[in-house]
């Protein structure tokens, strides 16, 4: 059999705005997945003894464990979104090219700015 | 125009009929169509989740548990894992089918994944009910 290029294609075109945020969302959402098992186990420990859930606290305190928890939140804010984005999409809404390029910047810098509202929040 | 068995023959056939025979659009929509249905539910449930993210992960344990046994919060946390767990497996069905093109592979990592997010998530619920009802 004749082997052909398959998906993702990441590698044969140049990146775009467009492209990058569209792999982009499905990084974060496979990311977030793991956040939500991660929440999973929080929830799990709470309801099973004050040691499981101290535990869990102090692996969230550690210095990895901040940095996951910001990653989780950029990650939440972004696919947040940027799935607004998609479900205009879905309803036939922002398709001529300079609302596209628009909406993703905006997604963009809106996503950091959330992050660095409820990371504060979070932090302090 | 069908082909069977080396012959072209015509079907007498309405297009409605022929219709009908094209495609799927069975659970392959309802897939789709879930998925908008819980992105659009996550929406305001995640933004909730994000203003409360700290009184699971960095409370104390009394504090997380008084939070945990307020009806609002344990009623919208169970709306928000259901629809988040359920757009999860969604999502990660979707990666796997697309990216994983082992034919041994492929059904092993969809059934795995389906496995281990509905037994996380009825952990997930069955945790938060334990905590308001034992």
Known sequence: MKQRPLSPHLQVYRPQITSVLSILHRITGAGLTGGLLLLGW????????AEAYQCFTECMAHPLGKLVTIGFIWALCYHLLNGIRHLFWDAGLGFKMAAVNASGWVTVIASFVLTAVFACLYFY | MTESCGKTHKKIETP????????????????????????????????????????????????AQLWMSDPWNAVTLLLFLWAAFYHALLGLEVIIEDYVHCHVGKPVMLIFTRFLFLGAGVMAVYAVLKINFA
């Open chain 1, 42 to 49: 929080g929830i799990w420990s709470l309801s099973h003894s």
């Open chain 2, 16 to 63: 409605l009929a022929r219709a009908k025979g094209l495609g799927s659009a069975k659970s392959g929509y309802k897939h789709w169509w879930m998925q908008r249905v819980t992105a659009l539910a996550l929406i305001p449930l995640s933004v909730w989740l994000l203003f409360h993210l700290p009184n699971i992960f960095t409370a104390s344990y009394a504090e």
